[in-house]
């Protein structure tokens, strides 16, 4: 049964469940409203560029959403991409690799992009 002035569809996309990353482990969050996004053990590459300057790879994400993907040519080539942006904040913060085209870029297929003027180091960093 939905709630009184809404449907249960409604109340369902009004609610953002947080993941939390574990306590003592180094952790990248959002910039703008702290909700975390990437433990440090995910991390993959510093060596990437983004539309807002330097960014870096991760295996995998919280907090994040993704919007519908599409082709675009990056500095190594033609992708197939959906950006992602914070799900408690909305910010775009990057995008997910769908498809490589070329061979050599595969295992970017299924990673993410966090730009680093999205990012701020929390948790146990030296």
């Not at 009004?14 to 306590?23: I, K």
């Not at 790879?57 to 190594?76: D, H, I, K, Y």
């Amino acid at each position: 049964m939905a709630p009184r002035g809404g449907t249960a569809q409604a109340e369902q996309h009004a609610r953002t469940f947080r993941s939390y990353l574990p306590m003592g482990v180094r952790t990248y969050s959002c910039i703008h409203c702290r909700a975390h996004l990437a433990d440090h053990h995910q991390l993959i590459s510093k060596s990437f560029q983004g539309s807002q300057g330097r960014a870096y790879l991760f295996n995998s994400v919280v907090n994040v959403g993704c919007g519908p993907a599409e082709e675009r040519v990056l500095l190594t080539g033609l992708h197939a991409v959906a950006d992602i942006y914070c799900e408690s904040c909305k910010t775009t913060l990057g995008w997910k690799y769908e498809h490589a085209f070329e061979t050599s870029q595969k295992y970017k297929e299924g990673k993410y992009i966090i730009e680093v003027a999205h990012m701020v180091k929390e948790n146990c960093w030296e």
